[in-house]
């Protein structure tokens, strides 16, 4: 459990604030702290809805968005191993709303507008998109081991053209916003045959904005091209993604097909098996890391709404008290670019925390200036005193708390044995090869590494340093890797290497420049029989050499 306790006071922080876990600690900050700055300037009007206690208490989410017949929904399905209430999948446009994918001890489906009313739900300022959207919602609620960790949102395919984002019925992107601010990952599916991006989808991306930390790629049906299309297809999506995603950091692409059907081009399995365990890796840490992205989600809101309340007094300082109102207020509008760049100089603010400009003039219009408050110093004091103390003491305590407990991982479905037995990754290959036979895998290839062995004229069996040295940095490795092949060739640790050592040292090069990675401490199977414990396994490779 996490605990925010000064023992020095009794049990209780100096503002006499007791918190047993770090969400109740972030929950009471943002009430306490954060709330009465957003109220103050109507900050739940243009920017987000006010933070409900399920906010805070509600498991990781997983936001998936793509075109239609990307597998969106195959791919929950790949990874829950079953089929979910309110399921449909086609290669036409099936998934027509919202699914939220949550556990449930009892297999069901929840409507949009029960659901909005749900104290427990994490979704209930969604009522404010109308019943365009919420006919368009649902739960699907079901017991299954992988929603025990984290939750899956499904949303609609997106289409091409302008009909379809009228015919919606509600702001589609305003959803997508809603839910990006909210979710702790956000996974844009592409098909190898659809990297088209549509001008919908477009909107959908840039509804991320601020949101890039959380943005992941899978390219999915990777199977379906061979390699030289895959490398075009590759490049031709990263193109795509650097006109919509201002961002100079390269966004991180999954390659692979995902879903429980044959590979149709095999040839890239083995990047496939990586790029899907890295993914894995991915969703499994998010558990783990969930109170520290509430927290740093909180930080972004703050500072969000700090520059917000300066906004909103400066324009209310430059309203004149009785005439000219209405044209002061167009004047102020349209050089609201200007009033940013003054507000940056003033409160050393930096450029990206502020809000768009072009939705901040046209949320603008239809509020009265006059009636906007003035600056609060305590308020503004009292988020930055949050920020500098409250935070940082409980970002500090929330390492310390995870250290004293077991890692939480998502578990159950395709991430269950992912990495176990003869079928996880790497299983059989590079250092793991040869773990499960009997015989000292080196000696296979030892032959011919014994004719170097004997060139390089050892002395009374062994070969220096020196001399080993030279045939070593034929392999153009850099010194680094060679030292360490050497440390873990050197069993006996006497600075000189014997025909199984030096065998051993040739083997680990091998390994090296396949593309595997060295282990830090050598493996028993490794373990070259002379200078093993194990007297049998001595007599069997003898027997062998016989």
């Known amino acids: 459990m996490f605990t925010w306790v000064n023992k020095e006071q009794g049990g209780r922080n100096k503002d006499g604030d007791m918190f047993q876990t770090v969400t109740e600690g972030l929950q009471s900050l943002y009430t306490k702290k954060l709330l009465p700055l957003e109220e103050a300037y109507f900050f739940h ?16 989410m997983v936001l998936l968005v793509g075109q239609y017949s990307t ?21 036409e ?50 017991p299954n081991q992988v929603l025990q960790s984290i939750s899956i ?24 916003r809603w839910f990006g601010e909210r979710v702790d990952r956000i996974i844009l599916l592409f098909d190898a045959h659809k990297l088209d991006i549509s001008d919908e989808f ?44 201002n961002t100079p950091e390269v966004v991180r692409v999954y390659l692979g097909s995902f879903w429980a059907k044959p590979l149709q081009n095999t040839d890239n399995r083995r990047l496939f098996e990586a790029e899907a365990q890295d993914l894995f890796r991915d969703i499994q840490a998010l558990p783990r890391n969930a109170a520290l992205r509430k927290l740093n989600d909180l930080i972004k809101r703050a500072r969000l709404a700090k520059v917000h309340a300066y906004i909103i ?27 940013y760049q003054i507000l940056q100089r003033e409160h050393h603010i930096s450029p990206g925390d502020f809000p768009n400009v ?23 004091e009292s988020v930055d005193k949050m920020l500098s103390n409250k935070i940082s003491g ?15 991982m998502v578990t159950g479905g395709a991430f269950e044995g992912s990495q176990d037995g003869p079928f996880g990754h790497g299983y059989g290959e590079g250092i793991s090869a040869g773990a499960d036979t009997e015989d000292w895998i080196v000696s296979r290839d030892k032959p011919r590494y014994d004719e170097i062995f004997y060139t390089l004229m050892p002395i009374n069996g062994k070969l220096t340093g020196v001399n080993a040295k030279k045939e070593m940095m034929n392999s153009r490795l850099p010194n680094t890797v060679l030292g360490k092949i050497w440390k873990l060739a050197d069993c006996d640790k006497d600075g000189m290497l014997d025909d199984e050592e030096f065998a051993l040292a040739q083997h680990l090069i091998k390994i090296k420049l396949e593309g595997f990675e060295l282990p830090s401490e050598l493996p028993p199977h490794l373990v070259p029989p002379a200078h093993r414990k194990n007297p049998t396994a001595d007599i069997l490779y003898n027997h062998q050499e016989d």
Not at 73 to 90: A, C, N, S, V
Not at 120 to 138: D, H, M, Q, T, V
Not at 156 to 161: D, E, M, V, Y
């Open 71 to 91: 597998g969106k929904t195959t791919f929950i399905r790949y990874l829950l191993e079953q089929d979910f209430p309110g399921m449909r999948i086609g290669p």
């Open 394 to 408: 409980l970002m500090t305590l929330i390492r310390e708390e995870e250290g004293k407990m077991p890692p939480q």
């Open 313 to 339: 007094s400066y324009l209310k300082k430059e309203m004149p008290s009785l005439f000219g109102k209405e044209k002061k207020k167009e004047e102020l509008i349209t050089h609201l670019p200007e009033i």
């Open 202 to 245: 477009s909107e959908a991306i840039k509804a991320f904005r601020g949101q890039d930390d959380k943005i992941r790629v899978v390219l999915n049906k990777a199977d379906q091209v061979d390699t030289q299309q895959l490398m075009r297809v590759y490049g031709a999506l990263m193109w795509s993604l650097g006109k919509v995603i």
């Open 358 to 380: 072009n939705k901040m003039q046209e949320q603008l219009l239809h509020y009265d200036f006059s009636k906007f408050p003035s600056l609060k110093i305590k308020l503004i």
């Open 93 to 142: 446009p099936t998934t027509d709303g919202f699914i939220a994918v949550m556990y449930g001890e009892n297999e069901g489906v929840v409507p949009g507008n029960a659901l909005v009313v749900d104290p427990k739900k994490p979704f209930r300022k969604l009522n404010a998109f109308g019943n365009a959207f919420l006919n368009r919602f649902i739960c699907s609620q079901m």
């Open 45 to 60: 009007d243009f920017h987000s809805p006010a933070l409900e206690e399920a906010d805070f208490q509600s498991k990781p």
């Open 153 to 176: 949102i499904d949303t609609p395919g997106i289409l091409s053209g302008e009909k379809q984002r009228i015919s919606r019925g509600y702001d589609f992107s305003e959803v997508l």
